[in-house]
């Protein structure tokens, strides 16, 4: 189950676009990384450890993790994930982050324990 879920979180980011460190080829001292010129999108991995602590969660309440974005925010001592669904075709928007493929859910993690501190379902 462990790699499985390592899988997965690994697809979602992969399949993520428009960050900044995904369009990156060189690694932090400028020198250009092997076969970066065959890569897609890049995740940090001090940030794919907290996907997979949320995914955990995650993955026992909603539906299909194909169907959501997920975002990021670096504070202080937490990393907040924030899984957002994707609208169904022909779908509108509905108030408080609820679609027919899933709701939004955020998670506050603690940086020092890599525990969920919070999680908060948006209604």
């Not at 092997?34 to 309440?61: P, R």
């Not at 974005?69 to 509905?94: Q, R, S, V, W």
């Not at 982050?97 to 324990?113: A, Q, W």
């Amino acid at each position: 189950m462990k790699n499985t879920t390592i899988y997965i979180v690994a697809f979602i980011f992969l399949s993520l676009s428009g960050h900044t460190a995904s369009k990156n080829p060189y690694n932090q001292k400028g020198n250009k990384m092997e076969n970066s010129e065959n890569a897609n999108y890049m995740i940090l991995g001090k940030y794919f450890i907290y996907s997979i602590i949320a995914y955990e969660d995650f993955e026992k309440k909603q539906k299909n993790i194909e169907d959501f974005i997920i975002y990021i925010k670096d504070e202080d001592n937490e990393i907040e994930l924030t899984f957002h669904p994707n609208l169904a075709n022909g779908e509108n928007p509905m108030l408080g982050g609820k679609t027919s493929l899933g709701r939004t859910v955020v998670y506050l993690i603690s940086k020092k324990d890599k525990k969920i501190i919070k999680i908060n379902y948006q209604k």
